[in-house]
Every structure is written in structure tokens, then in C-alpha cells.
């Protein structure tokens, strides 16, 4: 959300954001982005990275029709996200898994989007919804089911000593890196979004469940407490705009205690608002 909300300050703007998508897709969009864009000097690209376990594949052939079809990139969040059980089984994990390779293919897209970024002369910045170098294990909220946390800390540069020659590549000085959004949405808990079961609603005796993902109010003190003033930018105060859809998402709230129905109800109602599929 923290990307449409920075949008509404350009008077152009495309988010290339694939929801689920990991490196490898996220990578390769920007690729695409960069491709079919004329990138000058006057334009910002922000890329926020994902998780290291998460597998993305693209065929042109969309899987259904109709305005929920799904895209041309075909992504489902992590490998042992309960929506990828069926396709991603143990002869596929035996096969084709292994931990060490993803965290590389994923360092690689990360390094060879920043050379590509830099040859535009464009300004842009990076972040990632945790700090990558604990693969996950940084991920304050993570439901069992999105199976995206390891059971154990880790940190990338001392467990797994073998990438150290990415580490100075990647984040140094030369590059706009900008505090991870996950942390920084999940250290205020009571400010994340809270949601009723999806199928029982009404039942007060089924705790509500935590989306991973920040409310659109943390979204807006990331952007204008964290990203902004990395790029440079005046973050003194918020647009008309961005104000009416932080009071519009507020009401939204207050009347739908379910994740769907709000989604739902935003998309809807948020003026100026339009999340549609970029791209191949």
C-alpha cells in the first residue's frame, strides 16, 4: 500500500508490485519495467525485496478468465505456503529445493537489479519487508500457514559464511538502502490490522488473526519516516489526497471486521485508486 500512497505525490506513477511474487519475479519485472519505460534522470524506482523461498514461474497463458484472472506471473507466496501444498510436494522439494541456492539466486537478481538500475542515472532506492540477511527469522508476524519464519535466528553473514563476498557488493554506501517496513510496522502491534475468521465471522470465541502486511497508517509513517528522507524528499506533511485515504481506510475499518470485505470496499471507494496487473 505504502507504494499507491507515494504515487499519489507524482504525476506519473506505475507500481509493478505482484502480490506473492518473490526475487526471481520481482527481479525480472523490473527488467521489464526498465524495457518498455523510457527511465531518465527525473524519475525514482524503489524495489522492495521478498522472501528468499518463494518460487515464481511465468507462462503467457493466463490460468482464468474474467477480471480475477491470474497473471502472467504465476506467484503463491512461499514454497510451504499451504495455497502451494499440491504443487510444490516432497518429490518437487527433493528434486528441485535447496535453501542455499535460493538465498543465491536471490542475492544475484538483488546485485544485477542494482547494475541495471544504475546504468538508467535514475534516483532509486531499495528496501525489503524484513532485513534480508536474517531470512526470515526477523518476521515478527508470520502465520503458520504463510510458512515464511524459521524456527531459529539466523543471520546470513555468520551462519552461512559462503556468501560473504555478496555482502559489500550489495549494501554499501553506493546504494540507497532504506530500513525494512516489516519491523518497523511490527514493533506497534496494535496499529496492524486485526481480522474475524473468514468463515465464521460472527464467532467471538475464534481469536482475531494479525495480517503480516501494514495497515495503511503504518504504511504512511514508513514512507514519510523511513523511505522519503532517504530519498531526499520533503516529508513534512502528507497531500490532500493520501490524507482522504488514510480517513477513508479508517471508516473502512470500523465497518468491516473481515480481510476480504475491507479489500473489497477499499478498492472501491479510495478515489484515484487503481491496482490492475502490469505487464507481461
Request: with cysteine; hydrophobic share 35%; glycine share 8%.
Given at each position: 500500500?505504502?507504494?499507491?500512497?507515494?504515487?499519489?505525490?507524482?504525476?506519473?506513477?506505475?507500481?509493478?508490485?505482484?502480490?506473492?511474487?518473490?526475487?526471481?519475479?520481482?527481479?525480472?519485472?523490473?527488467?521489464?519495467?526498465?524495457?518498455?519505460?523510457?527511465?531518465?534522470?527525473?524519475?525514482?524506482?524503489?524495489?522492495?525485496?521478498?522472501?528468499?523461498?518463494?518460487?515464481?514461474?511465468?507462462?503467457?497463458?493466463?490460468?482464468?478468465?474474467?477480471?480475477?484472472?491470474?497473471?502472467?506471473?504465476?506467484?503463491?507466496?512461499?514454497?510451504?505456503?499451504?495455497?502451494?501444498?499440491?504443487?510444490?510436494?516432497?518429490?518437487?522439494?527433493?528434486?528441485?529445493?535447496?535453501?542455499?541456492?535460493?538465498?543465491?539466486?536471490?542475492?544475484?537478481?538483488?546485485?544485477?537489479?542494482?547494475l541495471s538500475l544504475q546504468a538508467t542515472g535514475c534516483k532509486w532506492a531499495m528496501t525489503s519487508i524484513g532485513d534480508f540477511s536474517k531470512l526470515g527469522s526477523d518476521f515478527i508476524v508470520d502465520p503458520a500457514s504463510y510458512a515464511e519464519t524459521p524456527n531459529y535466528p539466523v543471520d546470513l553473514w555468520n551462519d552461512k559464511d559462503l556468501f560473504l563476498p555478496y555482502k559489500d557488493k550489495i549494501w554499501n554506501d553506493k546504494f540507497i538502502w532504506v530500513d525494512p517496513i516489516g519491523p518497523f510496522a511490527w514493533s506497534r502491534m496494535d496499529e496492524m490490522y486485526w481480522w474475524t475468521d473468514a468463515k465464521y465471522p460472527d464467532d467471538k470465541t475464534i481469536p482475531l488473526w494479525c495480517d503480516p502486511h501494514p495497515s495503511v497508517n503504518l504504511s504512511i509513517d514508513w514512507l514519510y519516516n523511513k523511505l522519503k528522507p532517504a530519498l531526499g524528499l520533503d516529508n513534512t506533511k502528507l497531500t490532500s489526497q493520501q490524507l482522504e485515504w488514510a480517513k477513508e481506510c479508517i471508516i473502512i475499518k470500523e465497518q468491516n471486521s473481515g480481510l476480504d470485505p475491507f479489500g473489497d470496499l477499499a478498492s472501491k471507494t479510495l478515489k484515484n485508486y487503481t491496482k490492475s496487473y502490469r505487464g507481461y
Open positions: 500500500m505504502w507504494s499507491d500512497i507515494f504515487g499519489l505525490e507524482f504525476d506519473h506513477f506505475e507500481n509493478w508490485g505482484v502480490s506473492g511474487g518473490g526475487n526471481s519475479c520481482i527481479a525480472n519485472r523490473v527488467t521489464e519495467c526498465l524495457v518498455k519505460n523510457d527511465i531518465t534522470p527525473d524519475d525514482i524506482i524503489v524495489v522492495q525485496w521478498s522472501s528468499h523461498i518463494r518460487n515464481d514461474y511465468h507462462t503467457f497463458k493466463y490460468l482464468t478468465e474474467g477480471p480475477d484472472k491470474e497473471a502472467g506471473w504465476k506467484t503463491k507466496g512461499s514454497i510451504f505456503n499451504y495455497l502451494n501444498a499440491e504443487k510444490y510436494n516432497k518429490k518437487w522439494l527433493d528434486t528441485f529445493f535447496d535453501e542455499n541456492s535460493y538465498v543465491m539466486l536471490s542475492l544475484n537478481a538483488i546485485h544485477s537489479t542494482q
